[in-house]
């Protein structure tokens, strides 16, 4: 199972820093959480700050975009450096369309959904994303507890297409990455478990850990 820190709980003041820091402990991928205070009710960064951090780390940026319209931005954090872009079904932008943009532009397509959109509802673009990401928290802030009846949307994508990637993001701790990992995810976001911890060296390997697979 993969790690992606999200740095929502992160040391903003440090930033470039903290990515750093996350890729020396052992981080596979670096999470960003962008929020344009519409369609979640809170506001982080944008791509100016992606670009001005992918400097310091060759670990690819996982850009999670919580905002209205995903595909009027795509260019900008894919010029920024983003690797994966993750884009909410619950947007207001065309998922064919904004599948299509990140790709033209080199990335690979995710799409999120929020807790209480039915996991049946990406279905018809399986073929075309390289992830889903599952939220196992309403986005908008970190520090939430893991919702494990969302354990069922990971299963129907995983019978459904084994070899999609599966992410699940939201309240993993040691305990529920081993729920998560039992379920068939394959990466785990964490935010306060990584970056509150005394040592993210050890928090990072007890949740790979965490995977008996
Ligand atoms: C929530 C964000 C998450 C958040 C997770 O909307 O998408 O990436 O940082 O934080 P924790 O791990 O603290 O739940
Ligand atoms: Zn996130």
């Known amino acids: 199972m993969l790690i992606a820190p999200s740095v929502l709980s992160s040391d903003f003041s440090q930033l470039g ?21 519409h369609f979640v009710p809170n506001l982080t960064f944008g791509a100016p700050v992606v ?18 319209e995903p595909l009027r ?14 884009f909410h079904l619950e947007s207001d932008s065309d998922p064919r369309e904004t ?11 995710a799409i999120a959904v929020k807790p209480k959109t039915p996991v049946e509802k990406v279905f018809p673009y399986l073929d075309d994303l390289y992830m ?3 939220m196992t928290v309403e986005p908008g802030f970190g520090g939430q507890s893991f919702m494990a ?43 306060t478990s990584v970056f509150k911890a005394e040592d993210a060296r050890e928090a990072i390997n007890t949740l790979k850990a965490a995977d008996e697979r």
């Not at 990515?19 to 205070?37: E, F, P, S, T």
């Not at 894919?78 to 690797?83: E, S």
């Not at 599948?99 to 397509?109: L, Q």
């Open 17 to 37: 820093n903290e990515v750093k820091r996350m890729d020396v402990c052992g981080a596979d991928w670096i999470h960003l959480d962008i929020m344009d205070g």
């Open 51 to 68: 670009k001005s951090v992918r400097k310091f780390t060759d670990k690819p940026f996982d850009v999670h975009l919580m905002i209205d």
């Open 73 to 86: 931005y795509t260019p900008d954090f894919l010029k920024a450096g983003a690797d994966i872009i993750s």
């Open 99 to 109: 599948i299509a943009a990140i790709k033209a532009g080199g990335a690979k397509p």
């Open 132 to 134: 889903v990401l599952v």
């Open 149 to 191: 009846d969302m354990m069922d949307k990971v299963r129907a994508l995983k019978a459904k297409k084994p070899e999609l990637l599966v992410q699940v993001d939201g309240g993993i701790n040691p305990e529920t990455a081993k729920t998560a990992a039992q379920a068939g995810v394959d990466i785990c976001v964490a935010g």
